[in-house]
């Protein structure tokens, strides 16, 4: 089992930043692949960013490109979401999931978080 732990939204207005952290615990070492994901209301929870444990390819929605940036410590089981220019229709729940490789499917992770809100004013 691998427990994840989100923490970092809040409210931000729009233009700003906020750095989400998701750490990891348990069998992490089952799970090579790390992503984040996220959740609007009365939408289908759509992938964000993935990042595998051992090397550095990240793997972003074509939404976020250029303005979100995966990152993780490995020391400390720990994955970081960095958002810069955030825009209302970022507003969502944002999940982190751990999983055994690279992919934008939802169903095709392990592990999940419990979520954390972002929202962004206008």
Known sequence: QVQLAESGGG?????G????SCAASGRTLSSNVMGWFRQAPGKEREFVAASIWSAGTPFYADSVK???TISRDNAKSTVYLQMNSLKPEDTAVYYCAAGRWVTTEVK????WGQGTQVTVSS
């Open 11 to 15: 409210l931000v207005q729009a233009g």
């Open 66 to 68: 250029g303005r979100f």
């Open 108 to 111: 095709q992770y392990d592990y």
């Open 17 to 20: 930043s906020l750095r989400l």
